[in-house]
């Protein structure tokens, strides 16, 4: 039956149901009586939706509080092992695959080094496959308990009706690589285990908008700065994020070849792949052999050391990457206008407290006074896993978006409900 505005009972129920889900998530442990004005459901649609909820193992009791004059009132929570999800994190230096429950607690993970296949699409496909397989055989988790994978992909991810998640990697040499479609016909998993793809700094930025640096904002930048540099737009606008090629932004007109082919990229400057080679082509001496991660705490060592006189070489580079970031940051907060500016990624994490100041004072020099007086620049807060986390959220929204219930098979064409929770961006300031 159909109400008048064309939503069926159906569509209700499952509203109600996604609505007390997501408060629980977010706010719980809570009472009924509690749950009544954060959700604005009735009494009795609270008592159902609970009843209902409770009877498919998804919400648990936690606990008593006294009230006034009466019976305490029981709390309720999310039953954690109520459901898993699994979150994938594509990067420039390793994929990382980790199993989460139901309340994003890590259960395992497994982590595969690119530093000599670089990005050759069969072996991201099998690092992936592979990957899945050891989390969810450590954890001793069945595959039927997934709610669906999430995988966070540098480059432009297209959603399309035949193939599913298509990556556009210009910087990584992949030129529309059928992602989804190539997981699917390789995976171990049962068919009706849904992956979701998309952009890692998209991942990230959703990541920290949720439980991170970003919770409360309405309208935040989230940049990953790792090998390269990317960022995710927040705004009224755009509640569920938007990558943004912010790297590709041209900073210097015929400067440095960027790893895109172009010139004068903010990338060419600023991620950590160019500012080690300009460390190199200063004079600088990286350490033989070692992986970028190293080799970036190693620069870092030389430009700030504990003892003894600085590196001039590394910190003249390190002091002209600053000047770079911020002077990318401006034209962000100039376009934008956020009032947070939240730096992740390996090397932005790396770089840190010490290298922030400095961005800082170059973005409020390139940026106009009044969005610059506005904007906070910090570090994300939730380190170097915030790309799976992020991507786990993707499954876990798609599951609140459905109401709690699981998907018995994969859907013809896209399923926009998951959208609706990730725009809410429901944790509260």
């Keep these: 039956m159909a109400a008048r505005n064309g939503r069926t009972v159906r569509d209700l129920r499952r509203a109600n149901r996604t609505a007390v889900l997501q408060r629980l998530y977010f706010d719980g442990p809570l009472s009924r009586f509690e749950l009544g004005p954060a959700t604005g459901l009735s009494s009795g649609s609270i008592s159902n939706v609970v009843a209902d909820l ?5 919400v648990e009791e936690a606990g008593s509080v006294d009230s006034d004059g009466g019976r305490p009132r029981i709390l309720l929570r999310v039953a954690s092992g109520a459901g898993h999800m699994i979150g994938v994190d594509v990067g420039e230096t390793r994929v990382r695959v980790e199993l989460f429950d139901l309340t994003l607690t890590e259960l395992a993970r497994a982590e595969r080094p690119l530093a000599q ?10 690092h992936i496959r592979d990957g899945i397989a050891e989390v969810l055989a450590d954890a001793g988790v069945d595959s039927d308990r997934l709610l669906g994978v999430g ?7 297209e959603h399309t009706p035949d193939q599913g998640a298509v990556v556009h990697g210009q910087t990584i040499g992949w030129d529309a690589v059928p992602l989804e479609a190539l997981l699917r016909s390789t995976s171990r998993l049962p068919d009706r285990v849904r992956y ?37 737009l927040v705004t009224p606008e755009v509640e569920h994020g938007r990558a943004v090629e912010w790297g590709h932004l041209t900073v210097r007109v015929r400067g440095r070849r960027c790893r895109c082919g172009a010139l004068g990229c903010l990338e060419a400057y600023a ?18 052999g070692a992986d970028e991660e190293t080799a970036l705490a190693a620069m870092l060592a030389a430009a700030y050391p504990s003892e003894g006189e600085a590196d001039p070489l590394a910190l003249g580079v390190l002091e002209e990457t600053a000047e770079y970031l911020g002077a990318g940051l401006s034209d962000l907060i ?11 990624g390996w090397a932005g994490l790396q770089l840190g407290a010490r ?10 020099a390139y940026a106009l006074r009044y969005p610059a007086r506005k904007v906070s620049i910090e570090l994300g807060r939730l380190g170097p896993d915030a790309v799976t986390v992020g991507a786990a959220i993707l499954p876990l929204a798609d599951f609140f978006g459905r109401g709690g219930r699981r998907m018995e098979t994969v859907p013809e064409g896209p399923v926009p409900a998951w959208r609706a929770v990730l725009e809410e961006r429901a944790p509260r300031p």
Excluded at 355 to 364: C, E, I, K, S, T
């Design 271 to 288: 991620g950590a792949e160019s500012l080690l080679a300009r460390w190199r082509e200063a004079g600088g001496r990286p350490p033989g």
């Design 151 to 157: 995988i966070g992909v540098p480059g432009i991810v």
């Design 196 to 232: 979701f793809i998309d952009n890692g700094a998209k991942t990230l930025g959703q990541a920290e908008m949720w439980f991170g640096a970003g919770r409360g904002a309405h309208n935040a930048i989230v940049v990953l700065f790792g090998s390269g540099v990317g960022a995710c």
């Design 117 to 126: 296949q670089g990005y050759e699409v069969e072996v991201i496909v099998g």
């Design 334 to 344: 100039n376009l934008f206008q956020p009032e947070r500016i939240l730096v992740g």
């Design 355 to 364: 290298f922030l100041p400095a961005v800082r004072r170059h973005a409020a």
């Design 54 to 58: 409770v009877a498919d193992g998804l």
